[in-house]
């Protein structure tokens, strides 16, 4: 989401080899990708972190090929947190 992310993304991308790999200035809720044309989308700690959830996932399903696959990590929880964890960075 910002430049600073974006630039580290590009030299891991480079460090590794992976010419292959286009790094995009974006947002979870308006992807800026072309319908049906991903194969793989990969989340990792992401989709918590969005407002809004079922726009996030309708934007993977538009990105993504025909048979794609979507790698999703993610954090679930059961019970409420409380106010002051909620607000703990560190947490």
């Known amino acids: 989401m910002t430049d600073a992310m974006v630039e580290l993304a590009r030299a891991s991308a480079r460090s590794l080899g992976l010419d292959q790999a286009e790094i995009r200035k974006g ?12 194969d ?3 989340s990792n700690g992401v989709i918590n972190l969005v407002p809004e959830k079922e726009r996030a996932f309708d934007e993977i399903v538009r990105v993504l090929k025909p ?5 999703l990590g993610d954090i679930l929880l059961d019970v409420e947190l409380s106010e002051g964890a909620r607000r703990n960075i560190d947490l």
Do not use: C, E, N, Y
Request: no cysteine; hydrophobic share 50%; charged share 10%.
């Open 27 to 38: 947002d979870a809720t308006a992807l800026p990708v072309q319908s049906a044309t991903v």
């Open 40 to 42: 793989v989308v990969i």
């Open 67 to 71: 048979g794609g696959r979507l790698q």
